[in-house]
């Protein structure tokens, strides 16, 4: 819980800094608008580290193969990285850019599962045969 007051007090804060810095400065308000957003994403990463534990000790502890779990971990960190950068571009007025980095994080986590999918239909199709 912690995290999510430092994350909200970071992020509010930078907002009503870069309000009132745009007004004189518009070039050091976006400035301010990267450098927390820098922050925050270091700041989530360590917390996304501590959930890709908890979710390797829960594969762990069912015996399921770890390349489910790596499957899920990456696609995880695709799912948040793709946000992340889509939010930038947005805020950048670059929709289309922010259009393009959506699909690459959709087809990355396609490429992904690819295998987990093979396996699913290798079960399936013994199940039926």
Do not use: H, W
Not at 21 to 40: D, F, H, M, N, T
Not at 45 to 53: D, L, P, R, S, Y
């Amino acid at each position: 819980m912690n995290a999510l007051y430092m994350v909200i007090g970071i992020a509010l804060f930078s907002a009503v800094a870069g309000l009132f810095v745009k007004q004189y400065r518009p070039e050091l308000a976006l400035v301010i608008s990267l450098a927390a957003g820098a922050v925050l994403l270091v700041i989530l990463v360590v917390f996304i580290g501590k959930i890709g534990n908890e979710l390797k000790e829960i594969f762990e502890n069912i015996g399921a193969d770890s390349t489910i779990f790596t499957a899920v971990f990456k696609s995880m960190g695709i799912c948040y990285l793709a946000k992340f950068a889509t939010d930038v571009c947005k805020d950048f007025g670059q929709n289309s850019l922010a259009g393009k980095i959506e699909l690459a994080g959709k087809i990355s986590i396609a490429i992904i599962t690819l295998p987990l999918v093979k396996e699913i239909l290798k079960v399936a199709l013994e199940l039926i045969g």
